[in-house]
């Protein structure tokens, strides 16, 4: 027997964008439910920066304290190490304040501040361990969706179904929406490493003639990620485990004393880079958002960011009109096309990063020394523009105060 369940809109996937999308309409006093197919958040090796645009977006709802007195690592500025020279690239404190830092936090702990403060409003309903496994479709349009779950097979009506449950996405297929690929040179192999006994200040990446490795401080680990070349992941492994190990000492010598602490190969998760986007992500009664709609590359870590901004986006065009039951097609397409390209502009920068990444050949120099002193003299000109782009992105989103004043009403 299949339980109906009414609400104004149901979100398939409890990461960033699905969180921040239910947590914004449930706010405005509308029934939402978020469905997320496993029974925790706990998943290691996702995003974990909260940028500056975010910080600020949760000041506009009045959470940002809150949020700030969890354990988070707050980060002012990010240092690259290039041919064993390190330059500061990044200083978000010249972004105006008091946002002028990233955060470093767990995503479970992110997701589950959002679901606690989600859970004043009367309307908003999270299920955990429940999975959209396909549409409800009516005359054309979508009505709501599918779910299995705890409590067995649901069937969740609603005025808008939203897809954010990722890059492989279960109701993107079912909505018939094939992404464009557009390819990748990389791949990223991402583990957890002790940090250091005398670490040295937050740095983002580490390149030499060995290779590109990443270290993201969690304070007592780094999560901690190696780039390779697209589908050398097996090569790689048949060299074993100590070949690996002195291809990450030899790009950051900083880790040749916790290294060792990496000892199976399941500790190491290869993460399939892609970049896509979905030439249309909406039908009527129906969006994708976040890497439903477009997959971005780890490059720049804005993934999260460009995420919660479209959940933000279609939070303040849609909630009005949800109020009385309608989600009109020109609305869904009119958030499409604001979120289209800034996120396309993205892509296409970074996928202008990774190919450079995956041009260099190891035993040859990242640059030569000249272009490395004139990146010196010139970084006091890139940090400000550099914390722009990556700390606020791209067609940043507000929230619509208009909207979120009401709130007061729901609690």
Request: aromatic fraction near 8%; include cysteine.
């Amino acid at each position: 027997m299949t339980t109906t369940i009414e609400r104004d809109c149901v979100i398939a996937g409890g990461g960033p964008a699905g969180m921040v999308l239910g947590y914004l309409l449930a706010r405005t006093g509308l029934r939402v439910t978020v469905l997320e197919k496993h029974a925790d958040f706990f998943r290691d090796f996702r995003g974990d920066t909260i940028h500056p645009a975010t910080i600020g977006l949760l000041g506009e709802l009045g959470l940002r304290e809150r949020f700030l007195r969890l354990p988070v690592n707050r980060i002012p500025s990010l240092d690259a190490v290039v041919d064993g020279q390190r330059l500061t690239l990044v200083d978000f404190r010249t972004l105006p304040k008091p946002n002028d830092f990233l955060v470093l936090a767990p995503q479970w702990d992110f997701l589950n501040f959002l679901a606690d403060e989600a859970a004043a409003f009367p309307g908003f309903d999270l299920r955990m361990s429940t999975e959209a496994i396909g549409l409800i479709v009516e005359g054309g349009a979508v009505r709501g969706l599918r779910a299995t779950g705890p409590e067995g097979e649901l069937a969740f009506r609603a005025t808008l179904t939203v897809a954010a449950d990722g890059r492989s996405s279960v109701l993107r297929d079912a909505a018939g929406f094939v992404p464009d690929e557009s390819g990748s040179p990389i791949d990223v192999l991402w583990f957890d490493l002790p940090t250091p006994a005398d670490p040295p200040p937050p740095t983002l990446a580490y390149l030499s003639s060995e290779g590109m490795v990443l270290t993201i401080d969690r304070g007592t680990n780094y999560q901690s990620g190696m780039v390779i070349r697209k589908g050398g992941y097996d090569e790689l492994r048949s060299a074993g485990l100590a070949d690996l190990r002195a291809r990450i000492v030899g790009a950051a010598p900083l880790l040749r004393p916790v290294v060792g602490t990496l000892t199976d190969w399941d500790q190491v998760k290869l993460l399939s880079v892609h970049i896509n986007r979905l030439p249309r992500w909406w039908r009527p009664g129906f969006i994708a958002i976040g890497d439903a709609a477009h997959a971005m590359s780890p490059m720049f870590g804005v993934g999260v960011n460009y995420a919660i901004q479209d959940a933000v986006a279609l939070a303040n065009a849609v909630s009005g009109d949800l109020r009385f039951g309608f989600a009109p097609s020109e609305t869904l397409a009119a958030v499409q096309k604001r979120r289209e390209k800034p996120v396309a502009t993205m892509q296409r920068l970074q996928r202008i990063g990774q190919n450079a990444i995956a041009k260099q050949r190891r035993g040859h120099r990242i640059a030569p020394r000249w272009a490395l002193r004139m990146l010196r003299v010139l970084s006091p000109l890139i940090r400000p523009l550099a914390a722009r782009f990556i700390g606020l992105g791209l067609g940043r989103e507000h929230v619509d105060a208009g909207l979120w004043r009401r709130e007061d009403r729901a609690r």
